[in-house]
């Protein structure tokens, strides 16, 4: 399968340190989580350059160490209060989640809770007290100009957001929202905020059209247009987006930066949701990447790039609620692109462009002594790393001599540069563009080093130690008869 990713660096906004990006989320609800340094080894290959987590996992800290990923960390909302009553408590946070690995690990923000006005409004008279302990804490470590300490809102706060001129935060949350953008502006940080464009069109009964949420092209007389300020917006995401400046503009503050902490659209969807399909889902999250990379900005801030997190990097299939919650992410667990996300004439994007990676796989029906053969002859004189296919790694399950050729053949196919007649092995073998990662063993080319797996240089923390045995051992005598016949094979 095929698919592109994405670094980006844009025009700043506020400050000249700062440059707008895309990065994208990385959730936890999975049933089969990938090991932290799997995540990371995606992260690499997809040239994925910022990242936010949800918590502050010190498996996923340390894996993103020495990698110059850019991180956002998460104060989960569960420890908000006791955050926000203790001063204390906040600089013990401080200390185990973000001094103990930065710099190695990049942390660039926290984001103190999530959406916790719409989604823990009881807690919600502590936020700012928690930020502002948080920055204590970081100003005490003469950290606070590496590491911006916002929180993430849902838009739904927004109230008569179109036209976006005339856009208003919800009175009920003056006491809240008016210091802490304050706070936002006395320490140069961002209003983050999560905007969902799908949400917005299925809440709308049919009167947002699909292709205004999508960012496809509308003719001029179906945008919409804001009768204030003549401006015209051709996408719901910039409507958004313009409705957070102007009700902040409402409350005097023009100097603090939008940056969008979520967005996305699902793959797949209920009955009742026929719109979250793999198309759509290509579609919106392809014209999202564009539109940054393209430094549209928005109608009200043209030519000024809105940096954003993309929801998400993997399917959530334990996420509760509805078929769609679970299908945002852009990859399935064993790191194969959900759709083939549409990047041509995107700019100047930095991507790992796999339309044309292949993969070097056994031949359906191949006798097994010669895949025996041909594994051993991989393994030894082939020089290929074959650790990984040791019990207990990544790659030994299944216990086969098929999935364990499968590895070793590709291996080796990447480490001569897929030259021609490097993936034939006598007949047994044949070049594929299906990538054959299964569970925990990741094929990415990207992870081949001189034929080793990158996903298999830190052991997962189950795994047992290096002195585990295979179960088949090498035959010498098909060593032999293997290197004859691929000498044969390359003639």
């Known amino acids: 399968m095929a698919f592109l990713l994405f670094l980006l660096l844009f025009t700043p906004f506020v400050s000249a340190e700062e440059e707008a990006f895309v990065g994208v989320n990385i959730g936890t609800d999975l049933s089969d989580l990938p090991h932290p340094t799997q995540v990371v080894a995606l992260l ?12 502050a996992d010190r498996g996923m800290l340390l894996a993103l160490a020495n990698t110059g990923i850019k991180v956002t960390i998460t104060l989960p909302n569960e420890e908000l209060l006791g955050i926000g009553q203790s001063n204390s408590t906040a600089a013990n946070w401080v200390s185990q989640n973000v001094v103990s690995h930065y710099p190695a690990t990049n942390i660039t923000a926290i984001c103190v809770g999530t959406e916790v006005l ?6 919600a008279l502590v936020l700012v007290d928690a930020l502002k302990f948080i920055h204590s804490a970081l100003v005490a470590s003469n950290l606070e100009t590496h590491i911006k300490v916002s929180t993430p809102l849902a838009s739904s706060i927004i109230l008569d957001s179109f036209p976006p001129s005339q856009a208003f935060f919800n009175r009920s949350w ?26 917005e069109y299925i809440q709308s009964n049919g009167v947002i059209p699909l292709d205004y949420a999508l960012f496809n092209p509308l003719p001029s007389n179906k945008e919409a247009v804001d009768a204030n300020t003549l401006l015209h917006y051709t996408n719901v995401f910039d409507a958004i987006v313009d409705a957070a400046y102007s009700a902040m503009a409402d409350l005097n503050i023009t100097n603090v930066p939008v940056l969008v902490t979520e967005s996305g ?39 000024v790039g809105i940096s954003t997190f993309i929801y998400e ?41 796999t339309m044309n990676q292949t993969y070097c796989t056994p031949r359906e029906g191949t006798d097994e002594r010669m895949l025996q053969a041909a594994l051993d002859w991989a393994c030894g004189p082939g020089k290929v790393d074959c650790s990984p ?34 993936c034939d092995f006598n007949g047994a073998a044949a070049i594929t563009t299906t990538n054959p990662s299964h569970g925990s063993c990741i094929f990415l080319e990207s992870n081949y080093r001189n034929g080793t797996l990158l996903n298999t240089t830190i052991p997962a923390s189950d795994s047992r130690s290096s002195d585990s045995e295979r179960k088949f051992k090498f035959s010498p005598a ?14």
């Open 44 to 55: 690499k290959a997809q040239q994925i350059r910022h990242v936010r987590l949800y918590n």
């Open 118 to 123: 719409t989604s823990l409004p009881n807690v």
């Open 174 to 199: 003056s006491p809240v929202i008016v210091p802490l953008l304050k706070f936002l502006q006395s320490t140069d940080s961002y209003f983050m905020l999560n905007v969902y464009p799908y949400l």
């Open 265 to 303: 659209w699902p793959s797949k969807g209920d009955s009742n949701e026929p719109d979250a399909n793999p198309d759509n889902a290509d579609t919106y999250n392809s014209n999202l990447i564009r539109h940054v990379l393209n430094k549209t900005g928005t109608p009200k801030h043209p030519g």
């Open 313 to 353: 990097l993997y399917n959530e299939d334990m996420k509760p609620g509805s078929v769609s919650e679970k299908n945002w992410g852009l990859f399935n667990s064993n790191g194969v692109p959900v759709y083939v996300l549409r990047l041509s004439d995107s700019g100047s994007v930095l991507a790992n462009d």
């Open 389 to 422: 296919l040791l019990q207990g790694q990544h790659c030994y399950e299944p216990d086969t001599v098929f999935s364990h050729a499968t590895y070793a053949f590709d291996a080796y196919y990447h480490q001569m540069g897929r030259a021609p007649g490097s």
């Open 478 to 491: 098909y060593i032999v008869i293997a290197a004859a016949l691929l000498q044969i094979a390359q003639m």
